[in-house]
T-cell receptor
Framework: DAGVTQSPTHLIKTRGQQVTLRCSPK?????VSWYQQALGQGPQFIFQ???????QRGNFPDRFSGHQFPNYSSELNVNALLLGDSALYLC????????????FGPGTRLTVT | GESVGLHLPTLSVQEGDNSIINCAYS??????FIWYKQESGKGPQFIID?????DKRQGQRVTVLLNKTVKHLSLQIAATQPGDSAVYFC???????????FGPGTRLSVLP
């Protein structure tokens, strides 16, 4: 049973650049949520995708955008990177637009210099 | 705003002892909670969940207790092992399945 996978594992970008992170949900799941986890803190909800639409959004600026594909995989895009965007970006999957039994991937560590 | 907090930021226990990690939540409308374990450099790992219509749920070596009266959640780990060393988060769902609010976490250290 394939779990949640994310790519890349690590990424280093420069301020002002753009980045795309990818996520494949757990087998059988159709909902993807993205979280940002700063060092030493709990994950912060960015947004959730279900049926290829953004269903819920946390308190993040429009520089953060996403997409979900017909196969349920998802991308997180961040434009005009700031130093403060450096964090572990986590993808979580679940079923039918809910977060019940939500499972996380290993994350992508983004460093902005 | 809504928040989930933890009473103890760090907890050290002897190997073989039982551990209790506590969590206070602020939204009385929250109907679902998950405990996650996060090891260094990894994503949070699902441990156990509980819905608000229950006050106790048991898994393998773990038990979650929910006290809605005082908005308190706890995770009990029996016979704590070195592999249990990690940061533990409780996550609260305040709006019917749409997203979670996480607290800052509690670091559990298991002493030999």
């Amino acid at each position: 049973d394939a779990g949640v996978t994310q790519s890349p594992t690590h990424l280093i970008k420069t301020r002002g650049q753009q980045v795309t992170l990818r996520c494949s949900p757990k087998s059988g799941h159709d909902t993807v949520s993205w979280y940002q986890q700063a060092l030493g803190q709990g994950p912060q909800f960015i947004f959730q995708y279900y049926e290829e639409e953004e269903r819920q959004r946390g308190n993040f600026p429009d520089r953060f955008s996403g997409h979900q594909f017909p196969n349920y995989s998802s991308e997180l895009n961040v434009n005009a990177l700031l130093l403060g965007d450096s964090a572990l970006y986590l993808c979580a999957s679940s079923l039918q637009g809910s977060v019940y039994e939500q499972y996380f991937g290993p994350g992508t560590r983004l460093t902005v210099t | 705003g809504e928040s989930v907090g933890l009473h103890l930021p760090t907890l050290s226990v002897q190997e073989g002892d039982n551990s209790i990690i506590n969590c206070a939540y602020s939204n009385s409308a929250s109907d679902y909670f998950i405990w996650y374990k996060q090891e260094s450099g990894k994503g949070p790992q699902f441990i156990i969940d509980i819905r608000s219509n229950m006050d106790k749920r048991q898994g393998q070596r773990v038990t979650v207790l929910l006290n809605k009266t005082v908005k308190h959640l706890s995770l009990q780990i029996a016979a704590t092992q070195p592999g249990d060393s990690a940061v533990y988060f409780c996550a609260e769902n305040p709006n019917y399945g749409q997203n979670f609010v996480f607290g800052p976490g509690t670091r559990l250290s298991v002493l030999p």
